[in-house]
């Protein structure tokens, strides 16, 4: 089994590890570079960690400018995880299996935000999805599922900690019969969709007239990256850990 492997943050970096040791990674796609450190681009997470296993790399600005680039790989199968772009049906086309590493319990929260809406919302659990890649977002067949629990303490870090550990292992359990075709999946149910969009800027300021569960799910849920933001004048302040207490 030949894989090509698309991520791009540290959720995606466990996964391609775990990938490597097991099967033939013949290419690793990424996001380009996009943060500069004293004048130099940092690699993103997976670009890094396929370096240093010394995997072949490329970080398209459009994954589907060079289709002819990526089937000379000749991968079987793509693995994406957080790979943050549009994938063109050309290029899923390419492989005889695709899957996604998904951080929702779909059909819930389809989208590029699924772990940090989780928290926002106040939920009480999430989980992983292991999903054939589809043309619609996040629509494919569901090859398997696996439940966590959302503490109270947990913020959107801790949960892609958690999440991505349990991405892996329970891709790890599935990749062989799903490519053999013995584990066939099934199809999601349409009534239950709800989406998970990018984060805005607006969303990360504090309304404090909203009641103030509301306000640490969303501090909880925005910890450590991008923040919460308290505006205060000409000021700004990030904060990254909350709890309710009793009004006296």
Known sequence: MKIVFMGTPDFAVPILE???EKYEIVLVISQPNKLKKKGQWLDTPVAATA????LPLYQPEKVGADVEYIRSFQ???LVTAAFGQYIP???LALFKKTMNVHGSLLPKYRGGAPIQRSIMN???KTGITIIEMAKKLDAGIMYAKRECPILESD????MFEKLSKMGRDLLLEVIEDIYTGKLTGEVQNED???YAPNLTPEEEIIDFNRPAKDIVHQ???LSLEPGATIVFKDIKLKVFQAKVVEDT
């Open 18 to 20: 775990a990938l490597h």
């Open 51 to 54: 370096k240093r296993l010394g």
């Open 75 to 77: 991968g079987d199968v």
């Open 89 to 91: 049906s050309k290029v």
């Open 122 to 124: 106040g939920d009480t």
């Open 155 to 158: 913020t959107s870090s801790t």
């Open 192 to 194: 239950e969709v709800t």
């Open 219 to 221: 501090i909880m849920g």
